[in-house]
């Protein structure tokens, strides 16, 4: 297990690195030039060759990546090429914070409503909660988390007169207050951990229908042990092994999910930075973006198969 950690940390800059690479030769073979975004199609030659000389751009196109990524192996994300913007840096310590929050309550939505509805509908087949808990899935499958923010935010106001608090102010910490911190993350948490928590659910369904059938299980209800003890810890720890594989793969819709619910419900994170950053083919914070949510995403799969040999001593990796 120790040599496959340690093999996989090793690969993890090699696929990072692959990642931005390809991005950083996407944004170049896109028609456009940000500087002409930058100054208006009535920019005069010579006005928009000056700009490309101040942003580097006038440089060959592998003296760019390998400044790029010389100054992210020193910490240092760049500058961000819109006119008087701050440096990414700069921008990520204040809209970090946001995103990762966000992530961290949708998660934790996504395994309250996935895991122990699926549970319950697998030792109750076939009765009115079984139906309900499947259909719910189905629901939540079919309603993209854009459409979903829409709605609560348009019945809010209009029914209830209520909006976000975010629309009339910046981000307010959790330790400075809690309440409103909650108000601005409940609902945009929620949205997003339902098309998450449809697929955990209706896969812990399934693989505890399965782990209850086998003979271990059969053993433990002869014992007379409770039925606590024989779903929870003989029947749940042994149906976990698909369903935490498919939360880790999760990690990715999370990131891109986090893109449009934070332009829906004005949270300036990372999702609403690197939408703003695509309009204005702003493509030194695209990269930077890019190259933190591949980190993410290898590190996540990481645990999850870290979480393998937790969860099933027998699994062993060559």
Not at 176 to 185: A, K, Q, R, S
Not at 271 to 284: L, Q, T
């Amino acid at each position: 297990m120790r040599d496959y950690v340690i093999r996989r940390l090793l690969l993890l800059p090699v696929i990072v690195l692959g990642v931005t690479f390809l991005t950083f030769l996407a944004f170049r073979i896109i028609p456009g030039d940000v500087c002409v975004l930058r100054l208006g199609l009535g920019a005069t030659p010579q006005t928009v060759h000056d700009c490309q000389v101040e942003q580097g751009l006038d440089k060959p196109w592998y003296e760019q990546y390998g400044n790029w990524v010389t100054g992210i192996a020193e910490g240092d994300f760049g500058t961000s090429m819109s006119e008087g913007a701050s440096p990414v840096n700069t921008e990520l310590d204040h809209r970090l914070p946001i995103t990762i929050e966000l992530m961290i309550m949708t998660m934790i939505f996504a395994v309250l409503l996935g895991i122990p509805p699926g549970v319950l509908s697998a030792i109750r087949p076939g009765t009115p909660l079984d139906w309900i808990t499947r259909l719910s899935s189905v629901v939540w499958l079919s309603v993209p988390s854009f459409y979903l923010g829409i709605i609560i935010i348009t019945f809010g106001s209009k029914w209830f007169n209520w909006t976000p608090p975010q629309f009339g102010r910046t981000y307010v910490p959790f330790m400075d207050d809690p309440l409103v911190n909650l108000e601005e993350f409940v609902f945009p948490a929620l949205v997003l951990a339902v098309g998450i928590a449809a697929p955990v659910m209706r896969l812990t369904r399934s693989a505890m229908l399965e782990v209850m059938r086998n003979d271990y299980i059969r053993t433990a209800w002869s014992k007379g042990l409770r039925e606590r003890t024989v779903v929870w810890r003989h029947g749940l720890k042994n149906a976990l092994i698909p369903v935490v594989t498919v939360v880790g793969l999760q990690i990715g819709a999370l990131i891109s999910g986090a893109v449009l619910v934070e332009s829906v419900f004005n949270l300036n994170g990372v999702g609403k930075y690197i939408v703003e950053a695509i309009e204005r083919r702003d493509f030194v914070v695209v990269q930077s973006l890019v190259f933190l949510f591949a980190i993410a995403y290898v590190v996540a799969n990481l645990l999850v198969d870290i979480a393998y040999a937790w969860l099933d001593p027998r699994i062993h990796y060559a």
